[in-house]
């Protein structure tokens, strides 16, 4: 079993910044790969960044050059740096990590954006 427990989140200004934060305990790996998403009001879930073992990561096109999503391997903790933020990046945040054959999921910690 895994535990993901998100941090970090709140309310700032469009143009401000927020880190998210994600400890991870029980069985996890350190070749899992992680991912956060997030879900806005009526919309789907989406992927936000993702980051394999390596360091390998991807983001989605809404969030490049805005958004760096880091690892500590050592601590089992994943992280998000949201900069030049925007309304749009409202929404609910994800920790995610697939551990085979089992996805596991935070409860979530919510970012509102206001202009």
């Known amino acids: 079993q895994v535990q993901l427990v998100e941090s970090g989140g709140g309310l700032v200004q469009a143009g401000g910044s927020l880190r998210l934060s994600c400890a991870a305990s029980?069985?996890?790996?350190?070749?899992?790969?992680m991912d956060w998403f997030r879900q806005a009001p009526g919309k789907q879930r989406e992927l936000v960044a993702g980051?394999?073992?390596?360091?390998?990561?991807n983001y989605a096109d809404s969030v490049k050059g805005r958004f760096t999503i880091s690892r500590d391997n050592a601590k089992n903790t994943l992280s998000l740096q949201m900069n030049s933020l925007k309304p749009e990046d409202t929404a609910v945040y994800y920790c995610h990590t697939f551990t085979w054959p089992s996805h596991y999921w935070g409860q979530g910690t919510q970012v509102t954006v206001s202009s």
């Open positions: 980051i394999t073992s390596a360091g390998t990561t």
């Open positions: 029980g069985r996890i790996f350190s070749t899992s790969p």
